[in-house]
């Protein structure tokens, strides 16, 4: 039986090779957020999936101070892939959006990332879908609890 420290390291070793994998595949053309340090991309990825969300959102979501994401968003939106806007409804409230080119490209990408996984999935047989989907659960708990010992 392995240690929780072996564990981990296998733990991450085997999402780093998946999300290196996914983000390789189905993609005919570099990724949105290619070349950019991975904190910008992660923030980069989340605005595509989810326009309008509010700076604070997007620094909970991504465990990130918010002065840090600020930083973020600042340097993003000066290399042309973001836009902040005020909320109308509250003017404190910063909202983001990806460029409208920056938005096409991630969306084009993440449907061939998306395409190319539900292909790959589709091979597996029951018991393989039925594991994998008892795995991400402990994956979910997993997360829940690194993220409850940062608060």
Same mark, same amino acid.
């Given at each position: 039986?392995?240690?929780?420290?072996?564990l981990?390291?296998?733990?991450f070793?085997? *999402?780093?090779?998946?999300r290196?994998?996914?983000?390789r595949s +189905?993609?005919?053309?570099?990724p949105?957020g /290619? +070349?950019l340090p991975?904190?910008?991309?992660?923030?980069?990825r989340? *605005?595509?999936?989810q326009?309008?969300? !509010?700076?604070?959102?997007?620094?909970t979501?991504?465990?990130? =101070?918010?002065n840090? =994401?600020s %930083?973020? #968003? !600042?340097?993003? !939106?000066?290399?042309g892939?973001? @836009?902040?806007t005020?909320?109308?409804?509250?003017r404190?409230?910063g909202?983001?959006?990806l /460029?409208e080119?920056a938005q096409?490209?991630?969306d084009?990408?993440?449907?061939?990332? &998306? =395409?190319a996984? +539900?292909? @790959?999935?589709?091979?597996?047989?029951?018991? &393989?879908?039925?594991?994998? %989907?008892? +795995?991400l659960?402990?994956?979910?708990? #997993?997360?829940?609890?690194?993220?409850?010992?940062?608060?």
């Amino acid at each position: 039986m392995e240690t929780p420290a072996d564990l981990a390291i296998e733990l991450f070793a085997t *999402v780093g090779r998946l999300r290196r994998q996914v983000r390789r595949s +189905g993609t005919g053309g570099p990724p949105i957020g /290619t +070349g950019l340090p991975e904190s910008h991309a992660e923030l980069v990825r989340l *605005v595509g999936r989810q326009p309008g969300i !509010s700076v604070r959102q997007a620094a909970t979501e991504l465990g990130l =101070a918010a002065n840090t =994401a600020s %930083t973020l #968003v !600042s340097r993003l !939106s000066a290399d042309g892939l973001l @836009v902040r806007t005020v909320d109308p409804d509250d003017r404190r409230v910063g909202r983001l959006r990806l /460029t409208e080119s920056a938005q096409r490209i991630a969306d084009e990408s993440r449907a061939a990332r &998306q =395409a190319a996984l +539900g292909a @790959v999935l589709e091979r597996l047989d029951a018991d &393989q879908i039925e594991r994998l %989907t008892e +795995g991400l659960a402990v994956i979910a708990d #997993v997360t829940r609890l690194l993220r409850e010992e940062q608060e």
